[in-house]
């Protein structure tokens, strides 16, 4: 009946933390060689509390290699995460450097068109004022 208990209070008291199912198992053996080898009870009252502590320190280090991992892989997909994005902003950097190169050619281009457009104003002026007939000179008759 001790025995019962002792199982039903392992079983309690890692269930709530996640225990594995593995570790139930060795307390529930733990407990059935106990019964099997019909120990005293002093020899049984150490053997519950080895078990207690293997279980607890499995569990225990089950819990470091899961903490640990995140701390791994937490940074290591910031990582990745970053690398995406400055992927992303070096694309976006060249696209707008190849949009200012071509705007920057449209502006020459519009530069050159709008000197041509002056210098033959320019020529053609006089042209003009020529062929304009409020320019020329009113007669005196």
Known sequence: ????????????????????PTLIFFAQRIVFEQRRRGQSASAEHHCQREGLRMIS?????RRSRMRKKQQIEGP????NKLQTVNRQLS????????NNHEILQENFQLKRVSTLHNVLSDVFAPL?????????PKSTS
């Open 128 to 136: 003009r004022n020529s062929n304009d007939p409020s320019m020329t």
């Open 76 to 79: 290591q997909s910031q990582v």
């Open 91 to 98: 694309q976006k950097v060249i696209n707008l450097l190849e």
């Open 1 to 20: 009946m001790e025995n019962h208990h002792l199982l039903s209070t392992l079983i309690r008291a890692f269930s709530p933390m996640g225990c594995h």
């Open 57 to 61: 320190n499995r569990d225990s280090t």
